[in-house]
């Protein structure tokens, strides 16, 4: 069974059901044929014992069982076309008239039978069918009276019935078996075109997609449905294929300065001066680089990972102070002037480092992009059940055909050529990413020469829990 292709167990199944409707089909047929007939020559047996008994009388005190004239017609005489078998018994069981057909032979009288029962026996090897009444005088009780009647010419078309339902039934099977199978190919010819199209498709070709068919189906829900998934898988190897070579261009460049700054300072000897110079220059770009790799293992690790979430009760006026701590140097050097405006201590529920790590890139963004002597504020308030979070500054600002694009990997707004400022361009793609792992609202709205606002939507921690 297991051998079986699907289009034939598809058909086998379908002619093992049918199979058992024909054959309880052809049955009942049969049966019912064989009721007929039977009821037919029952009827004609009753009919013949109830004239029999009719003709029953006596005659100058002789019993006369039947008129010579009644034994005369055909149906007593001849044993070719219907016959009738009349048989008369005394009371000891012994023959005193039977009908010219029986000749020599005799009806057997059956002692097990009921009398007015009607039951199947044999008459020179024949069936017959046959009954047995008793006979009274009045009251009295005279003997038995025995009919039966020819099964052989029912039996024969009973027979031949049998023989044409039991020739059939395999016919028909067979046919049936043939059409299932024809219409069972026809039916699943889009699984086939799913199995041509998935063995066409690899990594290198994802173009390929199942012809959906034109009946909506289950089968067209199924290629359609198959069709979406190879569009998300290939959107996703597209994109992955980007981001590797994003990344390859990002880290290669850094390399490709510190190689080509190294290779010029051996070329010949310089004043200390300019190998300070070149040598600080390197260790920036090796920050740059350093950071970059950072930002990679941080996307890698937690790349659609909620396994690795670990939520719990964060304050979130001291992760900002944090954070600004670490931004210290920043804004002194640029003399920012940054405003935390938080009424009073607000707590949230979410994972700490990335929570850290949001907070981290979007304020060192706002630092990094603010002009000099202008002003970041940070503000901290609640509406029902969230905690709202907004980063203002007043900045470079973003073009607005750039809004969407710098939530993309590598991709760094080019409005207002700020190539001075150090940037990988994964800053806004992983507070995106992990904003999303952690289901919390993020939203940045900028404005070119004016600065960006960024709003952040937590929830809140339950007091309840503490």
Same mark, same amino acid.
């Given at each position: 069974?297991?051998?079986?292709?699907?289009?034939?167990?598809?058909?086998?199944?379908?002619?093992?059901?049918?199979?058992?409707?024909?054959?309880?089909?052809?049955?009942?047929?049969?049966?019912?044929?064989?009721?007929?007939?039977?009821?037919?020559?029952?009827?004609?047996?009753?009919?013949?014992?109830?004239?029999?008994?009719?003709?029953?009388?006596?005659?100058?005190?002789?019993?006369?069982?039947?008129?010579?004239?009644?034994?005369?017609?055909?149906?007593?005489?001849?044993?070719?076309?219907?016959?009738?078998?009349?048989?008369?018994?005394?009371?000891?069981?012994?023959?005193?008239?039977?009908?010219?057909?029986?000749?020599?032979?005799?009806?057997?009288?059956?002692?097990?039978?009921?009398?007015?029962?009607?039951?199947?026996?044999?008459?020179?090897?024949?069936?017959?069918?046959?009954?047995?009444?008793?006979?009274?005088?009045?009251?009295?009780?005279?003997?038995?009276?025995?009919?039966?009647?020819?099964?052989?010419?029912?039996?024969?078309?009973?027979?031949?019935?049998?023989?044409?339902?039991?020739?059939?039934?395999?016919?028909?099977?067979?046919?049936?078996?043939?059409?299932?199978?024809?219409?069972?190919?026809?039916?699943?010819?889009?699984?086939?075109?799913?199995?041509?199209?998935?063995?066409?498709?690899?990594?290198?070709?994802?173009?390929?997609?199942?012809?959906?068919?034109?009946?909506?189906?289950?089968?067209?829900?199924?290629?359609?449905?198959?069709?979406?998934?190879?569009?998300?898988?290939?959107?996703?190897?597209?994109?992955?294929?980007?981001?590797?070579?994003?990344?390859?261009?990002?880290?290669?460049?850094?390399?490709?300065?510190?190689?080509?700054?190294?290779?010029?300072?051996?070329?010949?000897?310089?004043?200390?001066?300019?190998?300070?110079?070149?040598?600080?220059?390197?260790?920036?770009?090796?920050?740059?680089?350093?950071?970059?790799?950072?930002?990679?293992?941080?996307?890698?690790?937690?790349?659609?990972?909620?396994?690795?979430?670990?939520?719990?009760?964060? +304050? @979130?006026?001291?992760?900002? %102070?944090?954070?600004?701590?670490? &931004? =210290?140097? *920043?804004?002194?050097?640029?003399?920012?002037? !940054?405003?935390?405006?938080?009424?009073?201590?607000?707590?949230?529920?979410?994972?700490? +480092? @990335?929570?850290?790590?949001? %907070?981290?890139?979007?304020?060192? &963004? =706002?630092? *990094?992009?603010?002009?000099?002597?202008?002003? !970041?504020?940070?503000?901290?308030?609640?509406?029902?059940?969230?905690?709202?979070?907004?980063?203002?500054?007043?900045?470079?600002?973003?073009?607005?055909?750039?809004?969407?694009?710098?939530?993309?990997?590598?991709?760094?707004?080019?409005?207002?050529?700020?190539?001075?400022?150090?940037?990988?361009?994964?800053?806004?793609?992983?507070?995106?990413?992990?904003?999303?792992?952690?289901?919390?609202?993020?939203?940045?709205?900028?404005?070119?020469?004016?600065?960006?606002?960024?709003?952040?939507?937590?929830?809140?921690?339950?007091?309840?829990?503490?």
């Amino acid at each position: 069974m297991t051998s079986l292709s699907f289009k034939n167990r598809i058909a086998l199944n379908y002619i093992v059901g049918t199979g058992l409707l024909v054959l309880v089909v052809f049955s009942a047929i049969y049966f019912i044929v064989k009721l007929t007939v039977y009821n037919h020559i029952d009827e004609n047996l009753n009919i013949e014992v109830q004239d029999h008994l009719k003709e029953l009388r006596i005659e100058n005190g002789v019993v006369v069982f039947m008129d010579s004239e009644e034994w005369e017609e055909r149906e007593h005489n001849s044993v070719d076309v219907n016959p009738v078998f009349v048989q008369f018994l005394d009371l000891n069981k012994n023959i005193i008239e039977k009908s010219p057909n029986l000749k020599n032979e005799k009806l057997v009288f059956h002692k097990n039978k009921d009398h007015f029962e009607l039951y199947d026996t044999k008459l020179l090897g024949n069936k017959i069918r046959q009954i047995q009444v008793p006979l009274h005088i009045g009251a009295k009780k005279i003997g038995y009276l025995i009919i039966a009647m020819s099964l052989s010419d029912s039996s024969k078309v009973l027979q031949n019935l049998l023989d044409t339902l039991m020739i059939a039934f395999p016919i028909i099977l067979l046919i049936l078996f043939f059409l299932a199978r024809f219409f069972a190919g026809r039916s699943i010819r889009p699984i086939n075109n799913i199995i041509q199209t998935s063995k066409i498709i690899t990594k290198d070709n994802l173009k390929a997609r199942i012809p959906l068919p034109k009946t909506r189906d289950e089968l067209f829900t199924l290629s359609k449905t198959i069709n979406n998934l190879l569009n998300r898988i290939e959107d996703a190897i597209e994109r992955e294929k980007q981001f590797t070579s994003d990344a390859s261009h990002e880290l290669r460049t850094p390399l490709t300065v510190i190689k080509g700054t190294l290779e010029v300072l051996i070329r010949k000897p310089r004043d200390s001066k300019e190998y300070e110079e070149k040598i600080n220059y390197c260790i920036n770009e090796v920050d740059h680089l350093n950071s970059l790799v950072d930002q990679l293992l941080l996307m890698a690790r937690f790349e659609n990972q909620k396994q690795n979430i670990n939520k719990e009760n964060i +304050y @979130l006026n001291a992760v900002v %102070l944090d954070v600004l701590t670490l &931004n =210290a140097d *920043k804004i002194k050097s640029q003399q920012i002037n !940054v405003v935390l405006d938080a009424s009073e201590e607000f707590y949230i529920y979410s994972d700490n +480092y @990335l929570t850290v790590t949001i %907070l981290r890139n979007i304020i060192s &963004n =706002a630092v *990094k992009y603010s002009k000099r002597n202008s002003e !970041v504020r940070i503000s901290l308030s609640r509406q029902n059940d969230k905690v709202i979070c907004t980063i203002v500054d007043q900045g470079i600002g973003i073009a607005k055909k750039d809004l969407e694009s710098i939530l993309n990997p590598f991709f760094r707004s080019d409005s207002l050529n700020h190539s001075e400022i150090k940037g990988t361009g994964l800053g806004l793609f992983i507070v995106k990413r992990m904003t999303d792992l952690l289901q919390v609202k993020f939203k940045i709205e900028s404005e070119i020469g004016k600065g960006t606002s960024v709003l952040l939507v937590f929830e809140e921690y339950d007091n309840s829990l503490k």
